[in-house]
């Protein structure tokens, strides 16, 4: 027997309502269900994850924004590593750049060494390019390599192209609940193929009115992918590298009455600390935890658990 949560996590964990869980537990189907002397349920997260496996959809999220430099990497590594600490989450590089690979440490630039590139072009599965990324105990990543940044042209106008990926990891959907896809600094095939796949999108964007205006490509692009991928359910706009400067501020104001709901309550604070992190190839949580902007990751990750879908 594992953990025990309380009733609202088991919820939150096989994402469905409390009354939910506490009809299962009436009903005898969660065996592991205990009473704390106060009366509150307690129950084995892990029953609850295998009762509810089957029922349970992954959240896909892919996190875009054509312009570079605002956080997209960063985002997808912190999330990751976060939500690995509890649920199953596979990460999927789709950036030729391979910053969220490098970011790990891990090169796929040798000859023969399998990446992504392998799944767009000859249609590997991801189990046999993913590799297992510890600690967080639950998370994997399919790394890129630069050549796949000639998958584009290798692909020309073949039919499906721009479904691949969303083929690909239709088979791997049961095996995790979170899959998190980083995007290149563009609206390309690569980027297509990601935004097909998904559920849920995060647009991360950082200060300056330029940031904000690069998006209206981006929801051009998005009610384009509405029409053939009808599992996209949210498309929400993160807030980065906030500080208190008058351009942050301002931007914050902008997105706020641009975005309203759409826009993530957490944002992410501006730190030197990311970058260090950077160059020791280590997640800013796992060498600097308490820092401004691994302490607002560490927020947004339970905002997006909160948000169940
Ligand atoms: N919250 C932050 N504070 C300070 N620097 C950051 C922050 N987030 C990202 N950076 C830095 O900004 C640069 C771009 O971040 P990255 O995540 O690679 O963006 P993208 O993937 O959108 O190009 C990197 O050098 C990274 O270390
Ligand atoms: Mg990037």
Redesign the pocket.
């Known amino acids: 027997m594992g953990a025990l949560v309380a009733l609202t996590d088991a919820a939150v964990l096989a994402r469905v309502s409390p009354q939910t869980i506490r009809n299962y537990i009436r009903d005898g189907r969660l065996k592991s269900a205990t009473r704390t002397p106060t009366g509150r349920y307690m129950v084995d997260r892990e029953e609850v994850l295998a009762v509810f496996r089957p029922v349970r959809q992954p959240r896909i999220i892919v996190v875009a ?1 054509q ?9 997808v ?1 912190e999330l990751g590593v976060l939500l690995g600490r509890d649920v199953r989450t596979l990460l999927i590089d789709v ?1 030729p750049q391979a ?1 969220l690979t490098k970011l790990f440490g891990i090169d796929r630039e040798e000859p023969g060494a399998l990446s992504i590139a392998d799944v767009m072009l000859r249609r590997k599965a991801l189990r046999e390019v993913w590799v297992k990324i510890e600690p967080p105990a639950n998370l994997w990543l399919v790394p890129s390599c630069l050549a796949l940044g000639l998958v584009p042209m290798h692909l020309g106008q073949q039919f499906g192209a721009d479904f691949i990926l969303r083929d690909a990891v239709q088979k791997v959907r049961d095996d995790f609940e979170f899959i998190l896809i ?1 995007t290149p ?1 563009s609206l390309d095939r690569l980027t297509l193929n990601a935004l097909g796949c998904a559920n849920e999108v995060i647009i ?1 964007i950082d200060k300056g009115p330029l940031g904000i205006r690069g998006t209206e490509n981006m929801e051009t692009i998005l009610e384009q992918v509405r029409d053939y991928n009808k599992d996209l359910r949210a498309v929400r706009v993160l807030h ?2 906030s500080d208190n400067t008058v351009a942050s501020n301002t931007t914050r104001d902008l997105l706020e009455r641009r975005f309203g709901p759409n826009l993530l309550r957490t944002a ?5 600390k ?2 260090e992190a ?1 160059y020791q190839a280590e997640p800013l949580q796992h060498v600097f935890p308490e820092s401004h ?1 691994a302490r ?1 990751y560490q927020e947004l990750a339970r905002e997006v658990l909160s948000l169940g879908a």
């Open positions: 924004n312009k570079g430099g605002v956080g997209k990497t960063t985002t590594q950036d910053n980083d600094p991360p980065t590298k992410i604070r501006s730190g030197t990311v970058a950077a902007p607002d």
